[in-house]
């Protein structure tokens, strides 16, 4: 199994993650007291969201061997280590799931650029 195949898998991953929020966040009830803007710009955001982690692990894992591939990976790279670094700026670094969500992160990042400089 490739580098790509294995980041691929990682972002679709996230996306049925994101799926669940309605469950696991119990939306929309649970963002009804932050307005229905908000309640929908938040719940819209997410499913673009999703849509982006099942359409980019699509394409890391039909791009594979593609010449452009790396380039593709590094992007995810970046993508990911913004992340991790936002988690502990936006949210607790004192709560257990934020920091597990934060090495998460980071292993995001590290799978896109192992496979991004691995690719020829």
């Known amino acids: ?4 195949v294995v980041a691929s898998i990682f972002d679709i991953g996230f ?3 994101h799926l669940m929020f309605w469950r696991l966040f119990g939306w929309p009830s649970t963002l009804a007291s932050s307005g ?4 929908a710009v ?3 955001l997410n499913v673009m969201l999703t849509y ?4 980019y692990g699509a394409a890391l894992f ?3 061997t593609d010449e ?4 593709l990976a590094l992007a995810g790279a970046g993508f990911w280590l913004l992340r991790a ?3 502990p700026v936006l949210f607790s670094a004192r709560n257990r799931v934020s920091i597990v969500l934060a090495i998460a992160f980071l292993v995001g990042a590290a799978l896109h650029a192992t496979a991004g400089l691995a690719h020829p």
């Open 42 to 44: 938040t719940q819209t």
């Open 1 to 4: 199994m490739t580098y790509a």
């Open 68 to 71: 452009n591939m790396g380039v």
């Open 36 to 39: 229905k803007i908000n309640t």
């Open 85 to 87: 670094v936002l988690q």
């Open 62 to 64: 039909w791009l594979k």
């Open 15 to 17: 996306g049925l993650f």
């Open 52 to 55: 982006c982690f099942f359409a």
